[in-house]
């Protein structure tokens, strides 16, 4: 009976140490696995993996790569908004003992929005629109664009010179506009037309045509050889932008490429395009907005920047209800042509008293010209527009 009983006592001690060695060995595996998470954090393509250590049931957010300079941002916000700082007000009195003392009054100064950028009382410009994330091009660069389709000589300069002669006009224009405002370095760009508005309908009866990829690809190729950006205008025909955006989600992935629209050829009706102008929605827009907004986020790149080409009041409806985002920065470009007065009195109708965010002008080499035009618009009187473009594009 005794041996029987030690023998228990042998085994319950040799059971009882396996239950704690194997309790050892998990807490071992759980400090090298439990509060530990792994990341990639994609900035302008280049992937950087880290291990974090997590708190418990928290989620990482990583920090963004570069902070907003808001100081800088105002200024060149409010120096597009034309807005001069009042001098201030001196005012004189005189005492009973003849004595004379003088008061500084300070002029009107910019009110701020804790949410959004520098706001001026009384003006339209600039707006009330939420900061955008650090690497913004907005307002710190002009950019600079040569607009078309290599297929097309009648479509902009894109497709009327070999490349080179391109990339060589391009440069001596940028250095017109460097000459013009010293203070505003200038960013070149590629606007290339990588959706097509058609006459004909095409297999599936949507009046428009895709470039293939070979063709953007050379467009982006052009923009890379000058550390520019590529824009890629959409012209979606009886199509909508819904269903041909995400057809571009491997451009807009890139960093340095950005989006168009452009409303003319938005054929809400269901006419031919080039048959009466076209028209796309604040709806139509803040859809692209929140589209692009996602991507940058996904991806961590810097924030896009979303053109929307207009000359009437009826190519956009109900803009006050766009959106801009710390995403993607949205500029309102003017491309209507003609004489130096229908241009300056066309910017009045449809830039200026309906604020978005940013505003562009399209000069066109040959359109302008036309009579009973005295010449294009100079880089020194496009400045002197209410507000000044930061997006110029020449076609």
Not at 64 to 77: F, N, T
Not at 218 to 242: C, P, R, W, Y
């Amino acid at each position: 009976m005794a041996k029987l009983t030690n023998h228990t006592k042998n085994r319950t001690l040799w059971f009882l140490g396996v239950i704690l060695l194997s309790s050892v060995c998990i807490i071992l595996i759980s400090s090298f696995d439990i509060g530990k998470a792994t990341y990639i954090n994609v900035t302008r393509g280049i992937k950087d993996v880290a291990t974090i250590t997590l708190p418990e049931e928290k989620e990482v957010v990583p920090v963004w790569p570069v902070v907003l300079d808001k100081a800088e941002y105002d200024k060149r916000i409010l120096a597009l908004a034309n807005y001069v700082q009042p001098k201030p007000t001196i005012a004189t009195t005189t005492s009973e003992d003849g004595s004379i003392a003088t008061t500084t009054v300070k002029g009107i100064v910019p009110v701020y929005a804790t949410s959004t950028s520098v706001l001026v009382p009384g003006k339209n410009w600039p707006t009330a629109t939420p900061y955008p994330n650090g690497e913004a091009i907005l307002p710190f660069k002009r950019i600079l664009a040569y607009y078309g389709n290599f297929y097309s000589t009648k479509m902009g300069i894109l497709g009327e010179y070999e490349p080179d002669e391109v990339l060589r006009r391009l440069e001596a224009e940028k250095k017109n506009w460097e000459e013009a405002d010293p203070t505003t370095p200038v960013m070149p760009a590629i606007e290339y037309i990588a959706m097509v508005a058609q006459g004909s309908a095409g297999k599936d009866g949507m009046y428009r045509a895709i470039m293939p990829d070979s063709e953007i690809d050379k467009a982006h190729a052009l923009a890379e050889k000058i550390n520019g950006i590529l824009i890629l205008d959409l012209q979606v025909g009886l199509s909508t932008i819904e269903k041909e955006l995400p057809k571009f989600d491997k451009y807009m992935m890139l960093p340095n490429t950005h989006l168009a629209l452009d409303p003319e050829f938005s054929m809400k009706n269901g006419q031919r395009p080039s048959t009466v102008i076209g028209t796309m929605s604040a709806h139509d827009i803040n859809y692209t907005i929140n589209y692009l907004s996602d991507i940058v986020r996904e991806n961590k790149l810097p924030p896009k920047i979303l053109l929307i080409h207009r000359f009437t009041e009826n190519m956009v409806t109900n803009s006050e209800q766009i959106k801009p985002t710390p995403e993607v920065q949205v500029v309102m470009v003017m491309d209507g042509w003609g004489s130096k007065a229908l241009k300056r009195g066309t910017y009045r109708a449809v830039i200026e008293p309906e604020p978005v965010q940013f505003a562009g002008i399209k000069i066109f080499y040959k359109n302008d010209l036309k009579a009973p035009s005295t010449g294009l618009l100079t880089p020194l009187e496009v400045l002197s527009l209410d507000p000044k473009p930061i997006f110029v594009q020449y076609q």
